[in-house]
């Protein structure tokens, strides 16, 4: 079980090292990161985030049961 963490571990280093060997150079040189239609996705993520965050209110299926604990 420990090698098969390890071996997880290893190959999450390579992937972050491709993408640093890719993405940096990239961003240096002013090129976008993602394409437009990618851009646009994370827009509409950062508004639909945004948006819930009006203080809490629960939306949707269940909502009457909805709680929260601290």
Request: aromatic content about 0%.
């Given at each position: 079980?420990?090698?098969?963490?390890?071996t997880?571990?290893?190959?999450?280093?390579?992937?972050l090292?491709?993408?640093?060997?890719?993405?940096?150079?990239?961003?240096?040189?002013?090129?976008?990161l993602l394409?437009?239609?990618?851009?646009?996705?994370?827009?509409?993520?950062?508004e639909r985030?945004?948006?819930?965050?009006?203080?809490?209110t629960?939306?949707?299926?269940?909502?009457?049961?909805?709680?929260?604990?601290?």
């Amino acid at each position: 079980m420990v090698a098969v963490i390890l071996t997880m571990l290893l190959l999450l280093a390579l992937a972050l090292a491709v993408l640093a060997a890719v993405a940096v150079p990239a961003r240096r040189a002013g090129r976008e990161l993602l394409t437009d239609r990618g851009q646009a996705a994370l827009e509409g993520l950062r508004e639909r985030g945004a948006a819930g965050t009006d203080g809490g209110t629960a939306t949707g299926p269940g909502a009457d049961r909805a709680t929260v604990t601290v």
